[in-house]
């Protein structure tokens, strides 16, 4: 009920409730210069499964433990994913690997007309791209909405999670003034910050954050989507 309550109130006003609570603190890793062979990412295999504890950034709090394990690899890679509280969640399809057909990770999930990569084309700091597609609903195929992304490769950077100490690559999602399926939101913004560790085909930190207005509210005053940070505790 907290969390619903802070959406529903002003930028200004969330500040001042979680002002006297302690945020996540930023994930801080140590910078490397670029590997002299670029890691390649792991191609993917029934029964590899990542394990995430899911915080609140505002307040720390634990959202959920969420398993994410591959069960199917043929012309789509199927990721089944179960929260610990949340129960089964949906799906997440790759086709092919690297690049996602259905994403779950926002509420409701998207299902492309054209697949999104999942991370940089390119494992090279300061690599950018920018795609644009439409997307349905999963279960309202009559409707689609425009999606853009930008993606950009920041850097390596070794990081320590609770499954261990990794060798990254740092990039970013940025979703500037895409279409929601909710009439009511009039423009939506969307970034996340990704580590991902190509030995395991996945990140080990995923942290980001959503914004939306509606008519008559402006920036200053925007809503709050999730403000989630996802990180490692297991994998095989």
Known sequence: MRRLFLFALPAFLVIALTGCISSQPYPKGVVLPSPETTPKVRAPKVGQEWVYIVRNVFNQAVVDTVTERVVAVNKEILIERTGIKAGRLPDEIQSPWGYVLQDPRWSPPQLFQQVMPLWPEQLIPNWTGFYRTRYQVPGYPSSTYYWGLNITAVQWE???????????????????????????????????????????????????????????????????????????????
């Open 158 to 236: 070794q990081m320590s999670v609770p499954a261990g100490q990794f060798l990254t690559f740092k990039y970013q999602y940025e979703a500037p003034y895409f279409e929601s399926n909710d009439l009511f939101r009039v423009a939506n913004y969307r970034k996340e910050e990704l580590w991902l560790f190509p030995e395991i085909g996945r990140w080990v930190i995923r942290r980001g954050y959503g914004r939306y207005i509606t008519p008559g509210v402006f920036w200053g005053d925007a809503y709050w989507e999730d403000n989630l940070e996802w990180e490692l505790i297991s994998w095989k």
